[in-house]
């Protein structure tokens, strides 16, 4: 009943990159002129179509240039050589700092253990994100988006839930509404590494992620680290990248090229003049202010899920880690400016029962929400902010990352000519991916029922994309089901997509009777295990904060 993915999509963290020096620096990029004869440049192609890709060079670090790094480094071992370049000049700033499911699988891989991943990066558990005043501004309101299936989910029964009845779709068919009402964890203390009683992912400090993915990316899969400026790109526009030039190590020679250099995009954006599809259009959404402030106090319930909550120009995100919460508000500059959100931002730390940050302590971020019409260009891959971003209402952009690297590793080209069909797979996938995220966070807000600005107005009924437009209309009238997406591995799963549909009211006409009844007769059965299960984890369950110092003092029983 508890895969690891996201209910049964695949699900992150967000580091926005602060604009440095570097990027000015790319802005004239040189290209190699040495003059060829017509023979050399025969002799030289031929050599090249031949040559394997064994040097994969990474520019930027941060959480996508790391993980890209240990995934790769740790599937092929010592048949690569894997570089990163990173500039000492690059500030990262820890957003979203949640994680899918799946972050548990690429911990495994890569060779982190769990005890030593909570602790270095100030760790909590996370079960889902919870929905709050996302239905309607008159009446209080939320629902949850748990990471394990609904009950009956497999079988196709989830969605044939009465009406009538009081609870919430998720309270109904998982137990994990229950626990994260409790502020529960997701897995018992003597559960081994990462197992537990549901589908859990994580929160995290964001910079502290990165420092434990450099030391073990470097002491452990002998990735090289050069910390340095990439001042220019050796090779034409056209083609191939043949090396990059940094000021104090001079050329770092490459065959595949992995550009992780976030907002900068130096090789992706500044060399390739690869073109950025922003989706404004469709998700309004462009700034954010965020902080990071103390518990109430060391003792306190820590949250097992994210918290998200409606405002009336936008929606705040909440994550609870042992020692802080990280809080942000996401909004349109169309419709609101920076003072009002950063006052919205205040006044709900306030009520919170939080202490007031101090006003230099609140950063301002700003996107343009969107990814790249090319992910894969020659043998150049943008992965992270360089290939796309879009605002963190649910947490996708870590785990864009990990399907990245993932991929890369796994589908490593064998030579130029392979790497051709390998990139062309690669953006017919991906750019899938980011149309799906886009669709499916469009979504939260076309079912919103909030009228209490133009904000909400506008996000609701323009820019809703075609294949959504489908979805709804189709759902009206039958369950959602497997089937009813085009790809078997859309990020977002049907299962995702029941919990926002019946979590903010959507209504399925179900128009034949005896299939309802045995529907519903089926159901209360299924509830009725649900409900022992939750109960259950209810009496055996630690406290989100209790489990944690658990593992702070004993760790966690390994596999």
Known sequence: MYDKARNAATPILVKLRLKSAVESMVENMGHNTTAKTSGDSASENSASKNSTVTRIVIIGGGSAGWLTAGVIAAHHGEQVHVTLIESANIKTIGVGEGTWPTMRDTLQKIGITETDFMRSCDASFKQGSQFINWGSSQMPDNYYHPFSLPAGYIQGHSAHVPRSSDLSFAHMLCPQATWCDAKLAPKLGSDKEFTGQGNYGYHLDADKFAKLLKKHCTEQLHVAHIVDEVIEVIGQCTDNIEAVITTTHGNVAGDLFIDCSGGA???????????????????????????????????????????????????????????????????????????????????????????????????????????????????????????????????????????????????????????????????????????????????????????????????????????????????????????????????????????????????????????????????????????????????????????????????????
Not at 265 to 272: G, Q
Not at 412 to 441: D, G, I, K, Y
């Open 265 to 559: 995009a130096l090789l992706i954006d500044k060399h390739y003049k690869v073109p950025w599809l922003s989706q404004q259009q469709v998700l309004k959404n462009d700034s954010a202010v965020a902080v990071q402030v103390p518990h109430k106090s060391s003792e306190c319930d820590i949250n097992s899920c994210t918290l998200s909550t409606a405002q009336t120009e936008g929606w705040i995100w909440d994550i609870a880690l042992p020692t802080r919460r990280g809080i942000g508000y996401t909004f349109a500059s169309e419709f609101t400016g920076e003072h009002i959100a950063k006052a919205a931002l205040l006044n709900y730390i306030k009520k919170q029962g939080l202490s007031k940050p101090n006003a230099e302590a609140i950063r301002t971020i700003k996107f343009n929400p969107g990814y790249r019409q090319t992910l894969w260009y020659k043998n150049c891959v943008a992965v992270g902010m360089s290939a796309g971003f879009l605002e963190p209402l649910e947490a996708s952009a870590l785990v864009m990352i990990e399907l990245s690297a993932a991929y890369i590793a796994e589908n490593l080209p064998q030579n130029p000519v392979h790497m051709e069909t390998v990139a062309a797979r690669f953006n017919r996938e991906f750019s899938h991916h980011w149309q799906s995220a886009v669709a499916f966070l469009k979504l939260h807000y076309v079912l919103s029922n909030r009228a209490d600005s133009e904000y909400w107005q506008t996000m609701r009924s323009q820019g809703i994309p075609k294949n959504l437009s489908e979805l709804l209309a189709l759902w009206r009238y039958q369950v959602p089901k497997h089937q009813d997406l085009p790809h078997s591995n859309d990020i977002f799963s049907v299962a995702s997509y029941q919990y926002i549909l019946y979590g903010m009211g959507f209504d399925t006409a179900i128009t034949q009777p005896i299939l309802s009844m045995q529907s519903e007769t089926l159901f209360k059965d299924i509830q009725l295990s649900v409900n022992r299960f939750a109960e259950q984890g209810k009496q055996t369950l630690p406290t989100n904060r209790a489990l944690l110092l658990n593992i702070k003092n004993h760790g966690i029983p390994k596999i």
